[in-house]
Nanobody
């Protein structure tokens, strides 16, 4: 069963930065628009950024200007650079196709923003 693998999360102080990575060894995702999603405790999973087949980018208002999504199809990778992190960015972050494919959800990577 194909699953994506997220990494790069951790504990960071407000104002700090992290870069998340999403790997897809099977290169399954190369033909898809891809997104980064997050789920905070007690909240629904939300899409925070996506990169489309034409390389156009979209961001949720809450992360616009702070997060940058990118991809490397040759390596089967999708990235999320997160700058100026805020406590409200605390969540488990996942990558998936956009719209999401149920069988692709991985374990996610925890991002905690706290002083």
């Amino acid at each position: 069963q194909e699953q994506l693998v997220e990494s790069g999360g951790g504990l960071v102080q407000p104002g700090g930065s992290l870069k998340l990575s999403c790997t897809d060894p099977a290169r399954f995702i190369n033909g898809y628009a891809m997104g980064w999603y997050r789920q905070a405790p007690g909240k629904q999973r939300e899409l925070v950024a996506n990169i489309n087949g034409d390389r156009s980018l979209n961001y949720a208002d809450s992360v616009k200007g702070r997060f940058t999504i990118s991809r490397d199809n040759d390596e089967g990778m999708v990235y999320l650079q997160m700058n100026n992190l805020k406590p409200e960015d605390t969540a488990v972050y996942y990558c998936n196709a956009m719209p999401a494919i149920p069988n692709l959800w991985g374990q996610g990577t925890q991002v905690t923003v706290s002083s």
